[in-house]
Antibody, heavy 119, light 112 residues
Framework: QVQLVQSGAEVKKPGASVKVSCKAS????????FTWVRQAPGQGLEWMGW????????NYAQNLQGRVTMTTDTSTSTVYMELRSLTSDDTAVYYC????????????WGQGTLVTVSS | DVVMTQSPLSLPVTLGQPASISCRSS???????????LNWFQQRPGQSPRRLIF???NRDSGVPDSFSGSGSGTDFTLKISRVEAEDVGVYYC?????????FGQGTKLEIK
């Protein structure tokens, strides 16, 4: 079955960077795209951007432009999301999710990765 | 950017009773291709979100037929015909017509 397995929780200091991975299995990796969505504690869902696993094309949310980079490694069917210059506002659970047509939303989702930014 | 507004934000429901969640968009969600890209997600406590419905009314595989979506233009509704204990969680609408995609604030469904 289709599965997205994310890397474990991270604790980072303000100003640092974090790189979260999402390993896909159960289907042809390059046939779909991936999106990243984050959820601050007790808050709603915030779309961060997406990447095509077919050609690596990316599209990022305007408020994260310049701080976020999404990449893929087709040899390991893994997607990565790197976020730089972290502040306490970046403390959140980060989810990867797959899409066929982004217009139709995202499914399935990974289990989430908690990133805590604290001095 | 399109703003998605859900109501109510909190929804206490008696087991076996129906529930209804409203989602309104600040712009029409009718795409130039004729499709309307309004999706619904469920997030159970402690779990990742899961898509329930895409393009207004299409249920995902494995979603009970007690869930239904309807609406057009800027007004959409998610209905649960008979609420069960496993339906507890937060429900989000999401528009996929206009870039960037946007989620509603979420509606927390709980058992009364």
């Amino acid at each position: 079955q289709v599965q997205l397995v994310q890397s474990g929780a991270e604790v980072k200091k303000p100003g640092a960077s974090v790189k979260v991975s999402c390993k896909a299995s159960g289907y042809t990796f390059t046939s779909y795209g991936f999106t990243w969505v984050r959820q601050a504690p007790g808050q709603g869902l915030e779309w961060m951007g997406w990447i095509s696993a077919y050609n690596g094309n990316t599209n990022y949310a305007q408020n994260l432009q310049g701080r976020v980079t999404m990449t893929t490694d087709t040899s390991t069917s893994t997607v990565y999301m790197e976020l730089r210059s972290l502040t306490s506002d970046d403390t959140a659970v980060y989810y990867c999710a797959r899409y066929w047509d982004w217009n139709d939303g995202f499914d399935p989702w990974g289990q989430g990765t908690l990133v805590t930014v604290s001095s | 950017d399109v703003v998605m507004t859900q109501s109510p934000l909190s929804l206490p429901v008696t087991l076996g009773q129906p529930a209804s969640i409203s989602c309104r968009s600040s712009q029409s969600l009718v795409h130039s291709n004729g499709n309307t890209y309004l999706n619904w997600f469920q997030q159970r406590p402690g779990q990742s979100p899961r898509r329930l419905i895409f393009k207004v009314s299409n249920r995902d595989s494995g979603v009970p037929d007690s869930f239904s979506g309807s609406g057009s233009g800027t007004d959409f509704t998610l209905k649960i015909s008979r609420v069960e204990a496993e339906d507890v969680g937060v429900y989000y609408c999401m528009q996929g017509t206009h870039w960037p995609p946007a989620f509603g604030q979420g509606t927390k469904l709980e058992i009364k």
